[in-house]
């Protein structure tokens, strides 16, 4: 059962980077004991081959060049039970992106868009 989700989990990583939780999560959902997938993510984060700071920068970055803001983004990765040191990325080149985005919104409609992509006043 444990080559069952050692198995799983590394098509799973071939793909793209998980979470720990995520990984767990989509783990259970195809049909794996609680207690394999656990041992299977921890084996993994042991020898590096799962990663949150490389998850979460991967997320990040992903998202910033899709034009979402840091409220967003902290949302996203609370979904993930992650918490993270959002400040050294380039929310500026966010906002240019979802500026960009928002076509000829002008006034209270933009400002309701960017809200709803994650950026405060």
């Known amino acids: ?31 794996v004991d609680a207690q394999m997938s656990l041992a299977a993510v921890a084996d993994f984060k042991a020898k590096g081959w799962l990663c949150d700071l490389r998850f ?12 979402y803001g840091l409220y967003y983004v902290k949302q996203v990765l609370s979904g993930h039970n992650i918490t993270a040191d959002l400040s050294d990325y380039d929310w500026a080149y966010a906002r240019s992106v ?11 409609a933009l400002r309701q868009f960017l809200f709803r992509r994650g950026f405060q006043s």
Do not use: F, P
């Open 1 to 31: 059962m444990q080559s069952k989700a050692s198995d799983l989990l590394r098509a799973m990583l071939e793909r793209r980077e998980y979470s720990a939780y995520e990984a767990v999560s989509v783990l259970k959902s195809k049909g």
């Open 56 to 67: 979460v920068e991967a997320k990040v970055t992903s998202l910033i060049q899709r034009g």
């Open 98 to 108: 979802a500026l960009r985005k928002a076509g000829k919104r002008t006034g209270l």
